[in-house]
Nanobody
Framework: QLQLVESGGGLVQPGGSLRLSCEAS????????IAWFRQAPGKEREGLLC?????????YYADSVKGRFTISRDNAKNTASLQMNSLKPEDTAVYYC????????????????WGQGTQVTVSS
């Protein structure tokens, strides 16, 4: 069964940190670029950043997370992670990981597989 499963979401205070994980199964993880998106209530899904397959180059699609969020992957474990630091209330959203064959894209329509999402709430 092809799937991505996110975990690690929750409630955190402003200025805090969270680490989200994305575990893949059922497909050749190594050959897929992995991206993180988020969707806040009433807003469109937003691309955040992506890590490619070969050399681990990271592409940022949202200026709002530069310097605060980082993405990593462990191909041996079929997992990717999103480290989120200095969280702000405006980071509150459902966070999704997604996989695209070969390269990173900034458009959500290019991604083949999606997780179910994990809720992140930043509030005091």
């Amino acid at each position: 069964q092809l799937q991505l499963v996110e975990s690690g979401g929750g409630l955190v205070q402003p200025g805090g940190s969270l680490r989200l994980s994305c575990e893949a199964s059922g497909f050749a993880f190594y050959y897929y670029a992995i991206a993180w998106f988020r969707q806040a209530p009433g807003k469109e899904r937003e691309g955040l950043l992506c890590i490619n397959t070969s050399d681990g180059t990271t592409y940022y699609y949202a200026d709002s997370v530069k310097g605060r969020f980082t993405i990593s992957r462990d191909n041996a474990k079929n997992t990717a992670s999103l480290q989120m630091n200095s969280l702000k209330p405006e980071d509150t959203a459902v966070y999704y990981c997604a996989a695209a064959g070969g390269v990173c894209y900034d458009s959500s329509t290019e991604y083949d597989y999606w997780g179910q999402g994990t809720q992140v709430t930043v509030s005091s």
